[in-house]
Every structure is written in structure tokens, then in C-alpha cells.
């Protein structure tokens, strides 16, 4: 006990410059308060889904002269017909600062620019799923999941470890494979639980080390080492954050999988298939409320009997490249209606659908080929108070970020801006 509070003390002592977070699961641990988290109410949800090269504009797109609900479905997004009432397909928007033709995911979600930091060549800032988790995130096991493939850039997502970036704009990882998801999601921890405890005061341990160590060198320090120091004590935020939510629920079992498990070795369309199940899994569950999945491109291709590289079929011209682009964007459209149909058929406590209660989005932040100006987004769930059923055309260079800041909002985040955001889409808001 001497150890923590001298720890403690030496984190308040520091000022703001390290001073711990405010974490709703400390106080009420595995229960949720009446007032902020209701169990006859079921909770909100975010999923975003990641595409890294973008789609085929000339087939996916639908007309622009068609708007509001009478729009046709294109080639790209007839699979979804049976769900057309319950989507939104949303153009004209994309992130101001994006230069990068071949990162479709890097700045998808956070709307930076990546000069914005003196001296470094690559920044970026929070994610708008990770603003999304710091509210819903506090009564769940975990604050968010982040789905990866083990495509990495090969699939034009660029730098980055999943969608997700944390509040210092740092790369948050990703699980790449779905039965190692499945264990970390529902199979009971294997060290008994004194064991687990003893782990946890030993990180901890580690922490007040490194604290007494940077506390040594803080004092001189000119201002660029400074920011430096602040970075690494944020870094150090993050660590007992985490040690906190491990605590709080080291003994609390985990949920019974509602799923088997995965077979092993799945790849491309069979993944995203077993990897959307594991989403729906993941939100019945309760074990987190956000969710992120940075898509297979290349395995995907493969899989569907296409031999061209993710990067060539992006550069699609008439012919070969171009058959294969549209065979891509109607596998994501068959997997993305089957997605939708488990949240429809996923019933709540209260009988309503699991579908009523998420908010979820697919695009990329690559248009198609190397056009970064109209970013393919499509809109579902009922979780975000979100006009479906119509197909919206907004102002050439719109602020995708208008569109992240207005599910915020529908959410219940009481959120004025995010990334470059210039304000909500009124269009988007269902009355």
C-alpha cells in the first residue's frame, strides 16, 4: 500500500501534466449506475467498417441527379436492395488535409492533417470511434475492439495498426485473427485469479519506477523536450488506464460465446464473414460497444478467384481491373446485407433489435483509383437518430468529419467539433 500511495501522490502532485483520467468503471465496477447506464435501456453502439482502396465509381456511386429516397441501387450496392429503406448512401464529402492516394484508412476517421505537428512529417489525432469509447466505452469489459487483417498496406490503408487512433493521435492495434479474437472475447482467463492480480501490481510496480525516473529529468527541460515528456507521461495515462479496467474486471467472468469458434486459417471473404459474426457477438454480448475493422483487400481479391494485386485492380480501367473492382465492391455489399440482416434478427432484452441500437458506416477515404474528393460512405443502424432510407448529395468537399460529428451527436456526445468539421449534416438528422 505504501508503494500506491506514494504513487498517487506523486500523480497528484504533478499537476494536470500527468494527473489519471476520471474513469466511471472505478466507482461502480461491473455495475452501472441507474442514472448514466439503465438495463431496461439498451445501450448505443458504433461499428466502422474500413475499405482501404475505395470502390468502383463508375458502379457503385448512385446517380447524383437521384437524391432522397426514389435514388436506384447501383451494380456496386444492389446486394443491399433487401436493406435499401434501412441505408443511406452520403456524396460529396472528404477529409480537407487527405493527400496520401494510397491511405485509405489512416486519416478515415480523424479528418487530420499530417503536417500539423512542427518537425514531424507524419501526425495524426484522435479517431472518432475512440471519442465514441470514451463515453460508451466505461461499463463494458473492453473500451473498444479494433478488428485488423493481416493484409496491412497492401490493401491501401496505409500507416496505422487498425482504424483506430487514440486521443495522442498514436496507432491503437488491431486483432488480425478471428480465433485469436473469439479467446480474447469469450474464453476464460487460463492463470488463476491471484495470479492475474499479481501480474497487475507487478505492471504497476513497473510504472512507479518509471514515474520516479522521468520525475528525475523533468526540471531544465526546454520546451520541445517538454512536449516530448508530456507525450510520454500521456503514454503512462494510457498504461494505468488500462491496468484500472483489467482490475475492475478481473473477476468477472466473461460472457458465453452466442457463436462457435472459428475455424482457423480463415481468409478473405470467409474472414469478413466470421469477423462480422464476431461483431454481432461482441455487441449482444455487451463486452464493448465500439468497434472498428480495418478490411482485407489483397486476400479478399484472392479469394474471390482474382490473380491482380489490390493495387492494380485500384487503377482500374475497362476490362480485367475493372471486373474485378466491381466483383470486390459487390462481395462487400452481400457481406455488409448479411451484417445488417444478424443485427436485425438479434433481438434485445427489451425486444427491440440489436440494429435499432447501432450506429455503423463503410467507406473508405479513397474515392476510387487516386481521387480522394468524394469518399464512398454508406450509413446504417438506428443507433445515431440517423435519416435513413436516402440518397444524400452534399456540397463538393464537404468534411467527411461533419458526418462522424453528427453520429456523435445522435449518439449523445455532446461533441462541437471533430477533425476538420465545419458542423453537423442537418440533412442526416432523422426528425
Not at 429503406?85 to 493527400?99: E, F, L, P
Amino acid at each position: 500500500m505504501k508503494i500506491n500511495h506514494q504513487r498517487r501522490r506523486f500523480l497528484r502532485g504533478s499537476g494536470s501534466l500527468i494527473a489519471l483520467p476520471a474513469f466511471e468503471s472505478l466507482g461502480f465496477r461491473r455495475f452501472a449506475s441507474a442514472a448514466s447506464d439503465r438495463s431496461d435501456v439498451p445501450p448505443k453502439r458504433m461499428v466502422f467498417l474500413g475499405c482501404g482502396f475505395g470502390v468502383t465509381k463508375e458502379t457503385w456511386f448512385p446517380d447524383r441527379q437521384k437524391t432522397g429516397s426514389e435514388y436506384e441501387l447501383t451494380m456496386g450496392l444492389s446486394p443491399l436492395k433487401r436493406h435499401k429503406s434501412d441505408i443511406t448512401i452520403v456524396q460529396g464529402c472528404s477529409n480537407h488535409y487527405s493527400n496520401e492516394a494510397h491511405w485509405g484508412s489512416t486519416f478515415w476517421l480523424t479528418g487530420a492533417n499530417r503536417f500539423s505537428v512542427p518537425g514531424q512529417t507524419m501526425s495524426n489525432s484522435i479517431s472518432v470511434d475512440q471519442r465514441a469509447a470514451q463515453h460508451l466505452g466505461g461499463n463494458t469489459r473492453f473500451s473498444s475492439i479494433q478488428l485488423n487483417s493481416k493484409d496491412g498496406s497492401s490493401s491501401g490503408h496505409g500507416p496505422g495498426l487498425s482504424l483506430a487512433w487514440n486521443q495522442r493521435g498514436k496507432p491503437v492495434a488491431g486483432y488480425d485473427d478471428p480465433v485469436q479474437l473469439f479467446h480474447k472475447l469469450f474464453s476464460a482467463e487460463e492463470l488463476p485469479l491471484e495470479a492475474r492480480q499479481a501480474a497487475i501490481a507487478e505492471n504497476r510496480s513497473v510504472l512507479d519506477a518509471v514515474l520516479t525516473d522521468a520525475a528525475s529529468v523533468e526540471r531544465g527541460l526546454g520546451k520541445a523536450d517538454r512536449d516530448k515528456l508530456d507525450e510520454y507521461f500521456q503514454g503512462i495515462r494510457d498504461i494505468e488506464s488500462r491496468l484500472q479496467k483489467d482490475e475492475s474486471w478481473l473477476d468477472v467472468p466473461k460472457a458465453k460465446s452466442p457463436i462457435d469458434e472459428p475455424n482457423p486459417g480463415l481468409k478473405g471473404r470467409d474472414e469478413i464473414e466470421v469477423m462480422y459474426d464476431l461483431i454481432v457477438a461482441a455487441l449482444k454480448t455487451d463486452s464493448t460497444r465500439v468497434l472498428t475493422y480495418r478490411l482485407p483487400g489483397q486476400s479478399l481479391l484472392q479469394s474471390l478467384g482474382v490473380t491482380l494485386s489490390a493495387h492494380n485492380v485500384s487503377h482500374y480501367s475497362p476490362g480485367e481491373r475493372m471486373a474485378a473492382s466491381q466483383a470486390r465492391d459487390q462481395a462487400h455489399s452481400e457481406l455488409l446485407a448479411g451484417l445488417i440482416d444478424k443485427l436485425k434478427s438479434t433481438t434485445e432484452a427489451d425486444g427491440s433489435r440489436l440494429f435499432d441500437h447501432v450506429s455503423l458506416a463503410f467507406g473508405s477515404n479513397i474515392s476510387s483509383i487516386h481521387y480522394l474528393d468524394n469518399c464512398p460512405t454508406l450509413l446504417s443502424g438506428g443507433g445515431a437518430n440517423l435519416d435513413l432510407g436516402q440518397h444524400l448529395v452534399l456540397p463538393k468537399d464537404t468534411p467527411l468529419c461533419n458526418v462522424w460529428l453528427t453520429m456523435l451527436q445522435g449518439i449523445g456526445i455532446a461533441a462541437e467539433s471533430h477533425g476538420d468539421s465545419t458542423g453537423v449534416v442537418k440533412a442526416l438528422q432523422a426528425g
